[in-house]
């Protein structure tokens, strides 16, 4: 089953929560969310799909210095 997967960090190096979402790049459509973990920042989303998706990363606490983010990624 192809993942996408990887790590936010904050700029000191150190794991942070996030809500993170992927969407299939062809149409938009939402392929599902999670949040990383605070501790080591790691996430991971499972799905059938093949394409080509957009991982996009939502810094959910005000006043932090970690800024959205999007990533343009082929699940492996």
């Keep these: 089953m192809p993942a996408a997967?990887?790590?936010i960090l904050d700029i000191n190096g150190n794991g942070v929560a996030r809500?993170?979402?992927v969407y299939?790049?062809?149409s938009g459509a939402?392929?599902?969310?999670t949040t990383s973990s605070a501790l080591?920042?790691?996430?991971s989303f499972?799905?059938?799909?093949?394409g080509e998706v957009n991982v996009v990363m939502l810094d959910?606490?005000?006043g932090t210095t970690e800024n959205d983010q999007i990533l343009r990624t082929i699940p492996v």
Excluded: N
Excluded at 46 to 50: C, G, H, L, N, Q
């Design 24 to 26: 299939r790049r062809d």
């Design 46 to 50: 499972s799905d059938a799909y093949t």
């Design 60 to 62: 959910d606490s005000a």
């Design 5 to 7: 997967s990887g790590t």
């Design 19 to 21: 809500t993170v979402r």
């Design 30 to 33: 939402l392929l599902g969310s």
């Design 40 to 43: 080591t920042g790691a996430y």
